[in-house]
């Protein structure tokens, strides 16, 4: 009785993938095979992503859960990388999104996977022109659309920024020498 009121209520696919299942032949039968390519005469319905965690046993084992669609990446082209190296194609400036004002200093970078992005010139001042080679990290600068990665300061081409006291670290800025 009991295995009659599982399959019911558990759906071909599951009840196939069950320990319970009885074990099937090598040799299936003709009748076996017209049986499997029929369709359920209930519609299975997918349960909504909001309400996936309100489900209950029944609900579970009709229609299954849905998993959660995967993070949008931050910054696509690195893809689990932290960094990556390229060369300039352009350097310039833009200017920033309302309510922001001034002049924004970016570079088209091509990246060593072949891919060309926008990245941000953090710092006052570089020393950044074409051909350079570069180091690429993630990050988007915050005012600027479209810009989602930053140069890392300090590094290859990319001098530090200089005479910097606080926050040296993220701009490749060596400690002052003192007397």
Same mark, same amino acid.
């Given at each position: 009785?009991?295995?009659?009121?599982?399959?019911?209520?558990?759906?071909?696919?599951?009840?196939?993938?069950?320990?319970?299942?009885?074990?099937?032949?090598?040799?299936?039968?003709?009748?076996?095979?017209?049986?499997?390519?029929?369709?359920?005469?209930?519609?299975?319905?997918?349960?909504?992503?909001?309400?996936?965690?309100?489900?209950?046993?029944?609900?579970?084992?009709?229609?299954?859960?849905?998993?959660?669609?995967?993070?949008?990446?931050?910054?696509?082209? =690195?893809?689990?990388?932290?960094?990556?190296?390229?060369?300039?194609? !352009?350097? +310039? &400036?833009? /200017? @920033? #999104?309302?309510?922001?004002?001034?002049?924004?200093?970016?570079?088209?970078?091509?990246?060593?996977?072949?891919?060309?992005?926008?990245?941000?010139?953090?710092?006052?001042?570089?020393?950044?022109?074409?051909?350079?080679?570069?180091?690429?990290?993630?990050?988007?600068?915050?005012?600027?659309?479209?810009?989602?990665?930053?140069?890392?300061?300090?590094?290859?081409? =990319?001098?530090?920024?200089?005479?910097?006291?606080?926050?040296?670290? !993220?701009? +490749? &800025?060596? /400690? @002052? #020498?003192?007397?």
């Amino acid at each position: 009785m009991p295995l009659i009121l599982l399959r019911r209520l558990i759906r071909p696919s599951i009840l196939s993938s069950a320990s319970f299942a009885p074990a099937r032949s090598l040799r299936p039968s003709i009748a076996a095979t017209a049986f499997q390519n029929t369709t359920p005469t209930f519609a299975i319905r997918p349960i909504p992503a909001s309400r996936a965690h309100k489900c209950t046993l029944i609900q579970v084992l009709r229609q299954g859960r849905i998993a959660k669609k995967a993070r949008k990446l931050r910054s696509p082209q =690195l893809k689990n990388r932290p960094e990556l190296k390229g060369v300039c194609l !352009k350097v +310039g &400036t833009t /200017k @920033p #999104k309302k309510p922001n004002s001034g002049e924004r200093k970016i570079a088209r970078v091509r990246l060593s996977t072949g891919k060309v992005i926008t990245a941000y010139i953090p710092g006052e001042g570089h020393n950044v022109q074409q051909h350079s080679v570069v180091m690429v990290r993630g990050g988007r600068a915050q005012d600027c659309p479209g810009v989602k990665y930053h140069l890392v300061r300090g590094a290859l081409d =990319l001098g530090g920024v200089g005479s910097r006291i606080t926050s040296r670290s !993220k701009y +490749g &800025t060596k /400690k @002052p #020498k003192t007397a």
